[in-house]
DNA sequence: GCCAACGTTGGC
DNA sequence: GCCAACGTTGGC
């Protein structure tokens, strides 16, 4: 099983708009690289839901992919701002899993606390610059992460 | 709102 | 295939 992160600013789709739908297509993510990871997802993978935008940032809930990557329909809708011209029925750009609402964190983990965080070293998030919206995590940091979340802020 | 760090586009 | 110009992301 893999795990994985993935950003959303949640004036656009928060964790409680997760919560509420239980099960939503994580569309609209036009980067090849974070599409790649979309594709490498497989039922089971539990995902952090990520904050960005947000005041403070940070990691915030736990999500599971509970169907693979399929076509993302935005990116046939005209009226979509997502719509990609390029993207054709026969040979989709863009793709986009399923995703289960799994719970909230005790708390959120701001992203200070990461980057002050020794057990979470190499974290591709807290690279330099790092904006990538679907980034994969080893499982040792998606349970530091969580170990975090158990215990009160300092 | 600023701006650094990327990614993408397109002329050559 | 290079690279300048432009667009986007996202922390601050």
Redesign the pocket.
Known sequence: MATWLV?T?PDVYSIDDLARDKVTDWTCV????ARNSLKAMAVGDEVLIYH???EP?GVVGVAKVCKEAAPDPTQFDKKSEYFDAKATQDAPRWFCPDLKFVRKLPRMIP??EMKGCKALDGLALL???????VIPVSEKHFNAIVELASKAAR
């Open positions: 950003k600013e036009r980067n090849y690289q960005s935008n947000a940032p992203l200070d690279q330099r610059g790092s904006r990538l919206s």
